[in-house]
């Protein structure tokens, strides 16, 4: 495992000083700044902080173990534990009832649940009740992110819980072998579609598939390095898989420097379903606190893509500021024509910097 992490290493140190993709103004602003904090010296403790997923690699790992945990049956979770995390009180969910959902999905996880405890997975995904239970979940955990009342602060926990019952070594494990797939997966997407129990009726909903690092940001860190800035990264991923991914990848951050969602974890040393004490959803404001109770020395460089990232992009204290535009419409698209941000543009067909601000859409 260490061999295509080491080759990946030494390549973006090859390409430290090399333009790559990047639109040539954000490369020549990059310049200036590092060059007036490097002057400044290393009294202030400069840091880089970056999100991970669609910043520094294109596409997202947490959605990735996420959908291959899904299709897989690779759960620890029993039917209880599951009912525990779905929501409570509320009446409907994308115009469909929630407490039909709820049942639907705990009705089928029940049935394969018996086959799955038993290591009996393959078996389990031959069943109807698997191609129910995966269309609904993958569909749930869609429209519940996009749900003003649920929202990612609900979502984000719920998918690193899901993996209860994992030790830590065995989740990277996992992770490892998802990156090795994703990474030689085509950059398309896949629909799950059923038709579910009255009165939920016929459903669907599309995965990205896909995960490769962006060698412009693996170049950057390298830079970063160099010149004596640490990197941190900060995702709204479940953090054990992302240090991981990062590792595998070649980005230079030390696991130290690596925060993302967390969960309780019991004296085993395994995932639970429950919240870690005193640490916040790393999510919109949770990154920003991450930066404040957390990271030592200033950040003098943040970047990001999505509306998770938009206060730590919004810091005051903040020279210079990467924003990956992936055409949002939400609350980040506000900072498009921020004079303060370098706005780098992608194929998103390729997963690819192009030398624009503007980004190709697929």
Known sequence: MNEPAQHTHEQAADRANEPGNWYPENLARIDRGLAAIAARGPAERPLAVF??????????VGQAVFFHQLTGLRYRLR?????????AGQADLDGRPMAAVIDTLLASYRTLWPMIERGEAAAARQRPEAELFACLLLWFTDRARRDQRLGPPYVLPFMGKLLAGHTLAELRRFAAEVVRTARDEPLVETTLACAAPAPIGRIQASHPLGLQPHPEMLALMQRLRGLGIDCAILSASTEWLVEEAARLFGFPVQPERIFGIRVGLDERGRLTTGDPDDYPVTYRQGKAEVIRRFLPGRPVLVAGDADTDYEMLTL???????????NQSGLISTLYQDPRILLQG????TGRFRPFRESKTL
């Open 51 to 60: 999100d991970f997923d669609n910043t520094c690699v294109f596409r997202d």
């Open 346 to 349: 992608l194929d998103q067909a």
């Open 316 to 326: 005051p204290e903040v020279d210079l500021r990467l924003l990956l535009n992936r």
């Open 79 to 87: 039917p209880e534990e599951l009912a525990g995390l779905l929501p």
